[in-house]
């Protein structure tokens, strides 16, 4: 029985250091956000046409380092601020917003988003190998 308890000890010691604290994780997601907010910027239309008192979807495009609340909990959120609910319709359509074929831009929101995961996923990955020590 004390051979089983030494050795969990043992393997609780080893993997206690492989979770990052929420500093760490902010890090990492930061990384991550970066990455998906680059793609995101080069997959959003951008009108040819300007109103004076606007800006480019592209341009409205932001990240932050907290989540959604703007709590500070490891995770990271990239997003169109007050545009998005332009961006929903762009991204999804509406029965008053036909796209004709080929300058169908619709559901880019969703295409950036799934085209960037493997460079997101990577961009983290990168991270936390830098932050942890190699994942040892």
Same mark, same amino acid.
């Given at each position: =029985?004390?051979?089983?308890?030494? @050795?969990?000890? %043992?393997?609780?010691?080893?993997?206690?250091?492989?979770?990052?604290?929420?500093?760490?994780?902010?890090?990492?997601?930061?990384? +991550?956000?970066?990455?998906?907010?680059?793609?995101?910027?080069?997959?959003?239309?951008? /009108?040819?046409? =300007?109103?004076?008192? %606007?800006?480019?979807?592209?341009?409205?495009?932001?990240? @932050?380092?907290?989540?959604?609340? +703007?709590?500070?909990?490891? %995770? /990271?959120?990239? +997003?169109?601020?007050?545009?998005?609910?332009?961006?929903?319709? =762009?991204?999804?359509?509406?029965?008053?917003?036909?796209?004709?074929?080929?300058?169908?831009?619709?559901?880019?929101?969703?295409?950036? @988003?799934?085209?960037? @995961?493997?460079?997101?996923?990577?961009?983290?990955?990168?991270?936390?190998?830098?932050? =942890?020590? +190699?994942?040892?």
């Amino acid at each position: =029985m004390d051979d089983l308890e030494a @050795q969990m000890n %043992s393997w609780l010691k080893q993997v206690e250091n492989l979770n990052p604290t929420t500093q760490q994780k902010a890090a990492m997601t930061k990384a +991550g956000a970066a990455v998906y907010e680059k793609e995101l910027k080069s997959k959003t239309p951008k /009108s040819a046409r =300007m109103l004076k008192k %606007s800006v480019h979807l592209q341009d409205a495009i932001t990240s @932050q380092n907290t989540n959604i609340d +703007g709590t500070f909990d490891g %995770s /990271s959120v990239v +997003g169109f601020g007050k545009k998005a609910h332009i961006a929903r319709f =762009m991204n999804d359509g509406t029965k008053k917003y036909p796209r004709n074929s080929e300058n169908d831009h619709r559901h880019f929101r969703d295409n950036a @988003q799934r085209e960037s @995961q493997p460079a997101v996923f990577e961009a983290q990955r990168q991270a936390y190998e830098h932050l =942890m020590g +190699g994942g040892k």
